[in-house]
Protein backbone atom coordinates (compact mmCIF):
# COMPACT_ATOMS: atom_id res chain seq x y z
CA UNK A 1 0.00 0.00 0.00
CA UNK A 2 2.80 2.56 0.27
CA UNK A 3 5.20 1.59 -2.78
CA UNK A 4 4.73 0.43 -6.65
CA UNK A 5 5.43 -2.98 -5.62
CA UNK A 6 4.14 -3.58 -1.94
CA UNK A 7 3.70 -6.74 -0.43
CA UNK A 8 -0.04 -5.76 -0.80
CA UNK A 9 -0.55 -5.73 -4.48
CA UNK A 10 -2.50 -8.59 -5.94
CA UNK A 11 -6.55 -9.65 -6.30
CA UNK A 12 -5.82 -11.84 -3.67
CA UNK A 13 -4.68 -9.84 -0.85
CA UNK A 14 -6.79 -7.35 -1.86
CA UNK A 15 -10.46 -9.62 -2.00
CA UNK A 16 -9.10 -11.09 1.11
CA UNK A 17 -8.69 -8.20 2.98
CA UNK A 18 -11.69 -6.33 1.61
CA UNK A 19 -13.94 -9.78 3.09
CA UNK A 20 -11.88 -9.53 6.53
CA UNK A 21 -12.60 -5.91 7.16
CA UNK A 22 -15.96 -6.05 6.12
CA UNK A 23 -17.10 -9.21 7.84
CA UNK A 24 -15.07 -8.61 11.24
CA UNK A 25 -14.81 -5.38 13.77
CA UNK A 26 -10.83 -4.40 14.21
CA UNK A 27 -11.00 -2.51 11.48
CA UNK A 28 -14.50 -0.86 11.90
CA UNK A 29 -13.60 0.32 15.27
CA UNK A 30 -10.10 1.60 14.07
CA UNK A 31 -12.07 3.48 11.08
CA UNK A 32 -14.67 4.75 13.07
CA UNK A 33 -12.47 6.13 15.62
CA UNK A 34 -10.38 7.71 12.69
CA UNK A 35 -13.19 9.96 11.55
CA UNK A 36 -13.98 11.15 14.67
CA UNK A 37 -10.49 12.13 16.01
CA UNK A 38 -9.77 13.82 12.29
CA UNK A 39 -13.11 15.63 12.91
CA UNK A 40 -14.67 14.23 9.44
CA UNK A 41 -17.80 16.08 10.23
CA UNK A 42 -16.75 19.42 10.13
CA UNK A 43 -14.31 18.48 6.85
CA UNK A 44 -14.14 19.90 3.64
CA UNK A 45 -12.10 17.58 1.30
CA UNK A 46 -10.59 14.64 2.52
CA UNK A 47 -7.43 13.01 1.38
CA UNK A 48 -7.57 8.76 2.44
CA UNK A 49 -4.23 7.80 2.36
CA UNK A 50 -3.52 4.07 1.33
CA UNK A 51 -6.92 3.43 1.23
CA UNK A 52 -7.43 -0.03 0.85
CA UNK A 53 -10.39 -1.06 -0.80
CA UNK A 54 -13.01 1.47 1.11
CA UNK A 55 -13.00 0.56 4.54
CA UNK A 56 -11.71 4.32 5.90
CA UNK A 57 -13.83 5.65 3.26
CA UNK A 58 -17.01 4.17 4.57
CA UNK A 59 -16.44 5.99 8.07
CA UNK A 60 -15.62 9.12 6.81
CA UNK A 61 -18.68 9.59 4.46
CA UNK A 62 -20.80 8.58 6.81
CA UNK A 63 -19.67 11.68 8.97
CA UNK A 64 -18.55 14.18 5.83
CA UNK A 65 -20.77 16.94 5.22
CA UNK A 66 -23.35 16.59 2.08
CA UNK A 67 -20.80 19.27 0.00
CA UNK A 68 -17.71 17.61 1.57
CA UNK A 69 -15.29 15.50 -1.15
CA UNK A 70 -12.94 12.54 -0.03
CA UNK A 71 -10.02 11.07 -2.15
CA UNK A 72 -8.75 8.23 -1.75
CA UNK A 73 -5.26 6.66 -3.13
CA UNK A 74 -3.69 3.50 -2.54
CA UNK A 75 -0.74 1.60 -4.73
CA UNK A 76 -2.62 -1.42 -4.98
CA UNK A 77 -4.54 -1.17 -8.22
CA UNK A 78 -7.11 -4.49 -7.03
CA UNK A 79 -7.73 -2.44 -4.34
CA UNK A 80 -8.16 0.79 -5.86
CA UNK A 81 -10.98 -1.35 -8.56
CA UNK A 82 -12.56 -3.19 -5.30
CA UNK A 83 -13.26 0.63 -3.97
CA UNK A 84 -14.13 2.44 -7.05
CA UNK A 85 -17.36 -1.09 -7.69
CA UNK A 86 -18.24 -0.66 -4.44
CA UNK A 87 -18.91 2.80 -3.25
CA UNK A 88 -20.89 4.93 -5.48
CA UNK A 89 -20.93 8.24 -3.24
CA UNK A 90 -20.83 10.82 -5.80
CA UNK A 91 -18.31 12.46 -3.34
CA UNK A 92 -15.61 9.83 -3.17
CA UNK A 93 -13.03 9.04 -5.97
CA UNK A 94 -10.21 6.87 -5.38
CA UNK A 95 -6.40 6.67 -7.70
CA UNK A 96 -3.74 4.84 -8.02
CA UNK A 97 -0.09 6.11 -6.39
CA UNK A 98 2.00 5.03 -3.80
CA UNK A 99 1.85 6.94 -0.61
CA UNK A 100 4.85 9.17 -1.59
CA UNK A 101 4.10 9.92 -4.96
CA UNK A 102 0.44 11.46 -4.01
CA UNK A 103 0.66 14.46 -6.16
CA UNK A 104 0.94 12.31 -8.76
CA UNK A 105 -3.00 11.97 -8.65
CA UNK A 106 -4.07 14.66 -6.66
CA UNK A 107 -4.11 18.34 -6.19
CA UNK A 108 -4.34 20.20 -2.64
CA UNK A 109 -5.89 21.72 -0.87
CA UNK A 110 -6.86 19.40 1.73
CA UNK A 111 -8.44 20.08 5.74
CA UNK A 112 -7.96 16.75 6.49
CA UNK A 113 -6.06 13.70 5.90
CA UNK A 114 -6.23 10.66 7.26
CA UNK A 115 -5.11 7.02 6.88
CA UNK A 116 -5.78 3.95 8.51
CA UNK A 117 -3.47 0.32 9.69
CA UNK A 118 -0.81 1.53 6.80
CA UNK A 119 1.57 4.07 8.12
CA UNK A 120 4.21 2.10 9.66
CA UNK A 121 4.11 -0.12 6.40
CA UNK A 122 5.61 2.72 4.26
CA UNK A 123 8.76 1.96 3.32
CA UNK A 124 10.00 5.68 3.14
CA UNK A 125 8.39 8.20 5.50
CA UNK A 126 10.03 11.31 4.91
CA UNK A 127 8.89 11.88 1.48
CA UNK A 128 5.55 10.57 2.56
CA UNK A 129 5.05 13.70 4.94
CA UNK A 130 6.87 16.12 2.54
CA UNK A 131 4.25 15.76 0.34
CA UNK A 132 1.21 15.67 2.58
CA UNK A 133 2.54 18.87 3.89
CA UNK A 134 2.24 20.34 0.52
CA UNK A 135 -1.21 19.02 -0.60
CA UNK A 136 -2.39 20.21 3.61
CA UNK A 137 -3.99 23.55 3.85
CA UNK A 138 -3.20 25.86 6.90
CA UNK A 139 -4.83 24.50 10.13
CA UNK A 140 -5.45 21.10 8.15
CA UNK A 141 -5.71 17.63 10.53
CA UNK A 142 -3.68 14.78 10.11
CA UNK A 143 -4.55 11.86 11.58
CA UNK A 144 -3.37 8.59 11.73
CA UNK A 145 -3.07 4.94 13.55
CA UNK A 146 -0.31 2.34 14.21
CA UNK A 147 -0.66 -0.43 16.29
CA UNK A 148 0.89 -0.42 19.79
CA UNK A 149 3.52 -3.11 19.18
CA UNK A 150 4.99 -0.86 16.56
CA UNK A 151 5.47 1.66 18.67
CA UNK A 152 8.07 2.34 21.01
CA UNK A 153 7.99 2.28 24.71
CA UNK A 154 4.36 1.20 24.20
CA UNK A 155 3.06 -1.64 26.34
CA UNK A 156 1.24 -4.25 23.76
CA UNK A 157 0.13 -7.87 25.08
CA UNK A 158 0.83 -10.79 23.49
CA UNK A 159 -2.18 -13.32 23.12
CA UNK A 160 -1.92 -17.24 22.58
CA UNK A 161 -2.87 -17.58 19.02
CA UNK A 162 0.43 -14.94 18.53
CA UNK A 163 3.07 -17.46 20.56
CA UNK A 164 1.53 -20.57 18.93
CA UNK A 165 1.92 -18.93 14.93
CA UNK A 166 4.94 -18.17 16.38
CA UNK A 167 6.39 -21.44 17.88
CA UNK A 168 4.87 -23.07 14.44
CA UNK A 169 6.89 -20.81 12.38
CA UNK A 170 10.29 -21.74 14.37
CA UNK A 171 9.16 -25.63 13.86
CA UNK A 172 8.90 -25.16 10.01
CA UNK A 173 11.59 -22.83 9.49
CA UNK A 174 14.09 -24.07 12.08
CA UNK A 175 15.36 -20.60 12.93
CA UNK A 176 13.98 -18.59 15.89
CA UNK A 177 10.97 -16.49 15.15
CA UNK A 178 12.01 -12.46 15.19
CA UNK A 179 10.76 -10.17 17.47
CA UNK A 180 8.22 -7.69 16.38
CA UNK A 181 10.35 -4.61 15.41
CA UNK A 182 9.12 -0.75 16.98
CA UNK A 183 9.56 0.32 13.80
CA UNK A 184 8.06 4.00 14.72
CA UNK A 185 9.67 6.28 17.51
CA UNK A 186 7.45 8.88 18.78
CA UNK A 187 9.69 11.47 19.02
CA UNK A 188 12.03 11.09 15.79
CA UNK A 189 8.31 11.24 14.41
CA UNK A 190 6.86 14.12 16.08
CA UNK A 191 10.60 16.03 15.27
CA UNK A 192 9.77 15.07 11.43
CA UNK A 193 6.33 16.50 11.52
CA UNK A 194 7.07 19.87 12.67
CA UNK A 195 3.32 20.62 13.60
CA UNK A 196 2.52 22.09 16.60
CA UNK A 197 -0.41 20.46 18.12
CA UNK A 198 1.06 16.88 17.72
CA UNK A 199 -0.57 14.23 20.19
CA UNK A 200 -0.75 10.91 20.63
CA UNK A 201 -4.05 8.59 22.00
CA UNK A 202 -4.54 4.91 22.82
CA UNK A 203 -6.91 3.02 21.74
CA UNK A 204 -7.82 -0.44 22.34
CA UNK A 205 -10.04 -2.67 20.34
CA UNK A 206 -11.14 -5.59 21.93
CA UNK A 207 -12.09 -8.83 19.86
CA UNK A 208 -12.11 -12.01 19.59
CA UNK A 209 -8.92 -14.25 18.78
CA UNK A 210 -10.93 -15.86 15.79
CA UNK A 211 -10.36 -12.66 14.18
CA UNK A 212 -6.84 -12.27 14.70
CA UNK A 213 -6.56 -15.67 13.47
CA UNK A 214 -8.41 -14.80 10.15
CA UNK A 215 -6.51 -11.31 9.88
CA UNK A 216 -3.56 -13.51 9.20
CA UNK A 217 -5.08 -15.29 6.69
CA UNK A 218 -4.53 -11.90 4.37
CA UNK A 219 -0.74 -13.35 2.20
CA UNK A 220 0.51 -9.68 3.39
CA UNK A 221 -0.24 -10.33 6.88
CA UNK A 222 1.24 -13.74 6.81
CA UNK A 223 4.01 -13.32 4.64
CA UNK A 224 6.45 -11.00 5.85
CA UNK A 225 6.84 -13.48 9.16
CA UNK A 226 7.50 -16.62 6.95
CA UNK A 227 10.78 -15.62 4.94
CA UNK A 228 12.36 -18.73 3.24
CA UNK A 229 8.56 -20.77 3.69
CA UNK A 230 6.68 -22.23 1.13
CA UNK A 231 3.21 -21.30 0.64
CA UNK A 232 2.45 -24.60 1.69
CA UNK A 233 4.73 -24.30 4.82
CA UNK A 234 2.96 -20.99 5.76
CA UNK A 235 -0.60 -22.34 5.63
CA UNK A 236 0.59 -25.38 7.68
CA UNK A 237 1.95 -23.34 10.20
CA UNK A 238 -0.75 -21.34 10.11
CA UNK A 239 -3.83 -24.00 10.47
CA UNK A 240 -1.30 -25.60 13.06
CA UNK A 241 -1.17 -22.29 15.29
CA UNK A 242 -5.35 -21.90 15.20
CA UNK A 243 -5.96 -25.51 16.41
CA UNK A 244 -3.40 -24.77 19.34
CA UNK A 245 -5.45 -21.70 20.33
CA UNK A 246 -8.95 -20.78 21.65
CA UNK A 247 -10.72 -18.74 18.82
CA UNK A 248 -13.38 -17.53 21.04
CA UNK A 249 -11.18 -15.99 23.97
CA UNK A 250 -11.44 -12.14 24.10
CA UNK A 251 -8.40 -10.73 23.30
CA UNK A 252 -7.26 -6.52 24.07
CA UNK A 253 -5.59 -4.99 20.64
CA UNK A 254 -4.01 -1.55 21.58
CA UNK A 255 -3.25 1.49 18.70
CA UNK A 256 -1.85 4.73 19.11
CA UNK A 257 -2.91 7.84 17.55
CA UNK A 258 -1.20 9.98 16.09
CA UNK A 259 -2.76 13.68 15.45
CA UNK A 260 -1.18 16.62 13.86
CA UNK A 261 -2.33 20.01 12.83
CA UNK A 262 -1.22 22.44 10.01
CA UNK A 263 -0.25 26.29 11.71
CA UNK A 264 0.74 27.37 8.55
Known amino acids: MGAERSPWSGWQNAEVYDAFVRERSIYRALNERLAVLAEISTAHRVLDLACGAGATADACLAQLPADGALV ?32 RVVDGPFDRAVSNAAFWQFPTRRPVLAALGRLLAPKALLVFNVPAERVAHEAS ?35 RLAEAGFGRERFEVRCRQDELMELMEIPAMLRPITPGLSEAERRTALGAARERSDPGQPVTVPWVYFLSRRVR
Do not use: N, W, Y
Not at 76 to 84: D, G, K, N, T
Open 72 to 103: GVDASEAMVSLARGRIRDPRARFEVAAAATIE
Open 157 to 191: PVHPFQVALAREIERSSGRPFPRTPTTVDPERLER
